[in-house]
T-cell receptor
Framework: QQQVKQSPQSLIVQKGGISIINCAYE??????FPWYQQFPGKGPALLIA?????SEKKEGRFTISFNKSAKQFSLHIMDSQPGDSATYFC????????????FGAGTTVTVRA | DSGVTQTPKHLITATGQRVTLRCSPR?????VYWYQQSLDQGLQFLIH???????AKGNILERFSAQQFPDLHSELNLSSLELGDSALYFC????????????FGQGTRLTVV
């Protein structure tokens, strides 16, 4: 049973465009929401993370938006570049869950030059 | 390079066999986490060890076992292998007992034929 639902499964965006990936969760005990980036043949790497006490966090071209009441969070990749082509995973965890991560199914992003 | 080393990178074995996957965490990290990544299940948490002791178990099959040794490296043992065990197995490590800042290795691709 997927505790974190992620969409879309894949997306294609033109260079310079905006990529948007959405995630939803049910477990209100979750209190940490990281996003991971995975390139082919590599392990996932932490990209950016947010806690529910803020509604938005920005790091460079990557922004997380968080809606606690809707139990949804999303990743926006601004000015998408070919080097951003990768699979992105949202995840969630909580201290009561011993901080083991529950991952979304992943979104494959392709940025066309 | 995350600093987490997994060996071997690839493994092909027959059904019914037993294999051992090895993980060396980053220097100074006390926690090791194992994850399974398959096409149909996504990234699934298997087990977490902290400083040699098991801290949390996820959806780990009884045919699978793990341990963390005094030098903090970890091994994941998979026995009575089935075709469905074919997947990427990732190890991650973190300094403390929570995996919010975990770093992933490059994974071991297991193919069961």
């Amino acid at each position: 049973q997927q505790q974190v639902k992620q969409s879309p499964q894949s997306l294609i965006v033109q260079k310079g465009g905006i990529s948007i990936i959405n995630c939803a969760y049910e477990n209100t005990a979750f209190d940490y929401f990281p996003w991971y980036q995975q390139f082919p043949g590599k392990g996932p790497a932490l990209l950016i993370a947010i806690r529910p006490d803020v509604s938005e966090k920005k790091e460079g071209r990557f922004t997380i938006s968080f809606n606690k009441s809707a139990k949804q969070f999303s990743l926006h990749i601004m000015d998408s570049q070919p080097g951003d082509s990768a699979t992105y995973f949202c995840a969630a965890t909580s201290g009561s869950n011993d901080y083991k991560l529950s991952f979304g199914a992943g979104t494959t992003v392709t940025v066309r030059a | 390079d995350s600093g987490v080393t997994q060996t071997p990178k690839h493994l092909i074995t027959a059904t019914g066999q037993r294999v051992t996957l090895r993980c060396s965490p980053r220097s100074g990290d006390l926690s090791v986490y194992w994850y399974q990544q398959s096409l149909d299940q996504g990234l699934q948490f298997l087990i977490h060890y902290y400083n040699g002791e098991e801290r949390a178990k996820g959806n780990i099959l009884e045919r699978f076992s793990a341990q963390q040794f005094p030098d903090l490296h970890s091994e994941l043992n998979l026995s009575s292998l089935e075709l469905g065990d074919s997947a990427l197995y990732f190890c991650a490590s973190s300094v403390g007992a929570v995996d919010t800042e975990a770093f992933f290795g490059q994974g071991t691709r297991l193919t069961v034929v």
